[in-house]
């Protein structure tokens, strides 16, 4: 007796075939095939030490990581079983991992001796390939913000549009604002003082908010309208950041409260004048991005989806 079986042909293919031979696919093979040529050179012969070499390292092994897990689940269509906004999630983490990837590029060489030593310049060649493909690896996660960014007249996700990736620019500040503050910074020497670090900690609470409600797709949670929340919220952070652009120099810098210029007995990474400085040029920075994004929060026009 014969017997036959019989396959029902599916209605999709299995394989998402544009997720690796688009140019955002192409785009991401590439960052994957950068970061772990990154991390091995470092680990074979690079070599890394301290809080900075461990820093540079976590950052290529993680947008590593991150990037082969985007990959796989656009190229099997898995993306479509996971609870979040798929398309929110990959625009923050490109513009992340781009921030991230700068700092680590910058940082590794500048920490790193390029010397040779007796043995040879192995060590030295290594570093310099690993320091080159950094370099790399960081204009390819700004390849994919730039063709990924949301175009005019365009519906797509709200973190990549200008407003959203500055979201993400906006935290990344921030936290280098709380490194600068950690590191013997005397924010607690005066009231004014505390009142900025009060800012900084509540614009960054929210805009890790507005973010993990967009990547998420929980945005109904609010009990108002998204967009109004935005814009208000930018208002909002805006008005505080300006007050802590002016009180946060006057009272570091000013001679009745602080000093104008470095002190001569500061030693070099403990000065707490240096991570007043760092606060300062980056509280700018900061104010500067809540503009524009409120700027550009007027130009969206937000879809809702039943």
Not at 52 to 66: D, E, K, P, R
Not at 264 to 274: A, F, I, M, T
Request: hydrophobic share 50%; glycine share 4%.
């Amino acid at each position: 007796m014969e017997t036959s079986e019989t396959m029902e042909t599916p209605r999709g293919a299995y394989l998402n075939m544009a997720a690796v031979t688009s140019w955002v696919g192409i785009v991401r093979l590439m960052q994957a095939v950068f970061g772990c040529t990154t991390f091995s050179l470092v680990a074979h012969r690079g070599g890394f030490s301290a809080a900075y070499g461990t820093f540079c390292m976590s950052v290529w092994c993680l947008c590593f990581a991150i990037t082969i897990f985007i990959i796989t689940c656009e190229f099997t269509h898995l993306h479509s079983c996971l609870n979040i906004s798929w398309g929110n999630f990959t625009a923050a983490f490109a513009m992340l991992a781009t921030l991230m990837s700068v700092t680590a590029a910058v940082i590794y060489p500048l920490y790193v001796p390029f010397s040779c030593h007796s043995s040879g310049c192995e060590v030295r060649d290594f570093r310099i390939a690993a320091t080159v493909f950094a370099g790399l690896l960081f204009f390819a996660y700004t390849a994919e913000v730039f063709l990924t960014r949301a175009k005019p007249g365009q519906v797509t996700s709200y973190m990549a549009t200008v407003s959203g990736l500055l979201k993400i620019v906006q935290a990344f500040v921030a936290c280098i604002i709380f490194g600068a503050l950690m590191n013997e910074s005397q924010y607690n020497k005066y009231i004014a003082t505390q009142w900025c670090v009060a800012v900084y900690s509540f614009c960054f609470i929210v805009t890790v908010v507005v973010v993990a409600l967009s990547v998420t797709g929980r945005i109904a949670m609010l009990k108002c309208p998204f967009e109004r929340f935005v814009v208000v919220y930018t208002f909002v952070a805006v008005l505080m950041y300006m007050s802590a652009a002016v009180v946060w120099p006057v009272f570091c810098f000013d001679r009745k409260y602080g000093s104008p210029s470095r002190p001569y007995q500061c030693s070099r990474g403990s000065c707490p004048w240096d991570s007043q400085v760092v606060i300062a040029v980056f509280t700018c920075v900061n104010l500067v991005l809540y503009i524009a994004d409120l700027a550009y929060s007027q130009r969206i026009r937000f879809v809702s989806h039943p």
